[in-house]
C-alpha cells in the first residue's frame, strides 16, 4: 500500500483558483473513487468531495473534485480566508486497503 | 445526527498495548452499510489509515500495522474498539475514528460500491512514554 502524492503546500489570493493535485496507480486511483478532506487547524477531518465529485450537503459549490486515470484533482474557487487547512486526497486499493494522500496545506495570502 | 467520540488512556508505556474505544451515538453499529475505521495523525504529519471493521467482524488492516493491530465491535454497547500492541514512540498520535459509508453506484449499467467517512470523531491524543 502506497501512500497517495499531493504537493506539500498551495498558496493563492482571496477570489482566485487553487487545484490541488492527487497522484496514485491502476490499483488504487484508476480503479476506486476518491474522496477528499479538509482538516482546519487543530479539528478533524471533514469530508469535502467524494464519489471523485459530490459535495456533501453544506459543502459550498466553490469547491469541485475531479478524476482522470491515476490522477485526481481538487479546485477551490473564490479562494477565501476561511479555506486555508489541510486538504487530504483518499481511496482504496484492489484489497480495499484505504490509503490518503501526504496531505496539501493551503495557504491562503 | 450521529456523533463519534474516542476515548481511552492519553498516555501508554512502550512496548504495552494501546487501547482506545469509540461510541456511536445517534445511530447504530449493527448497520449493514457502515464500516467502523481508525485513523492516526502524529503531530504536524499527515492522516494515517489504520483499518476497519464491519458489524460483521470483517477487518481490514493497514499492512505496515496489520501485525500489531486489532479492531473489535461491540453491538451491545453500539461501540468499536482499537487495540495496538507493542507500541513505541513512532505510535504517539492524534487518534481518530471515523463511520465509512458504503453506497451502491452505477456506471454504464455496472454496479459497485464506494466508500467515504462522513462521520469522524474529535480525536483523541495518545502519547508513548515511560
Known amino acids: 500500500q502506497s501512500m497517495l502524492t499531493q504537493p506539500p503546500s498551495a498558496s493563492a489570493t482571496p477570489g482566485q483558483r487553487v487545484t490541488i493535485s492527487c497522484s496514485g496507480g491502476s490499483s488504487d486511483i484508476e480503479t476506486n473513487p476518491v474522496n477528499w478532506y479538509q482538516q482546519l487547524p487543530g479539528t478533524a477531518p471533514k469530508l469535502l468531495i467524494y464519489r471523485n465529485n459530490q459535495r456533501p450537503s453544506g459543502v459550498p459549490d466553490r469547491f469541485s473534485g475531479s478524476k482522470s486515470g491515476t490522477s485526481a484533482s481538487l479546485a477551490i474557487n473564490g479562494l477565501q480566508s476561511e479555506d486555508e487547512a489541510d486538504y487530504y486526497c483518499?481511496?482504496?486499493?484492489?484489497?480495499?486497503?484505504?490509503?490518503f494522500g501526504g496531505g496539501t496545506k493551503l495557504t491562503v495570502l | 445526527q450521529m456523533q463519534l467520540q474516542e476515548s481511552g488512556p492519553g498516555l501508554v508505556k512502550p512496548s504495552q498495548t494501546l487501547s482506545l474505544t469509540c461510541s456511536v451515538s445517534?445511530?447504530?453499529?449493527?448497520?449493514?452499510?457502515?464500516?467502523w475505521s481508525w485513523v492516526r495523525q502524529p503531530a504536524g504529519k499527515g492522516l494515517e489509515w489504520i483499518g476497519r471493521i464491519h458489524t460483521t467482524g470483517s477487518t481490514k488492516y493497514n499492512p505496515s500495522l496489520k501485525r500489531r493491530v486489532t479492531i473489535s465491535v461491540h453491538t451491545s454497547r453500539n461501540q468499536f474498539s482499537l487495540k495496538l500492541s507493542s507500541v513505541t514512540a513512532a505510535d504517539t498520535a492524534v487518534y481518530y475514528c471515523?463511520?465509512?459509508?458504503?453506497?451502491?453506484?452505477?456506471?454504464?449499467?455496472?454496479?459497485?460500491?464506494?466508500?467515504?467517512?462522513?462521520?469522524w470523531g474529535k480525536g483523541t491524543s495518545v502519547t508513548v512514554s515511560s
Open positions: 471515523a463511520r465509512d459509508l458504503r453506497v451502491r453506484g452505477y456506471t454504464y449499467g455496472y454496479g459497485y460500491y464506494y466508500y467515504y467517512m462522513d462521520v
Open positions: 445517534g445511530g447504530s453499529v449493527n448497520n449493514d452499510n457502515s464500516f
Open positions: 483518499a481511496t482504496w486499493d484492489d484489497s480495499l486497503i484505504g490509503v
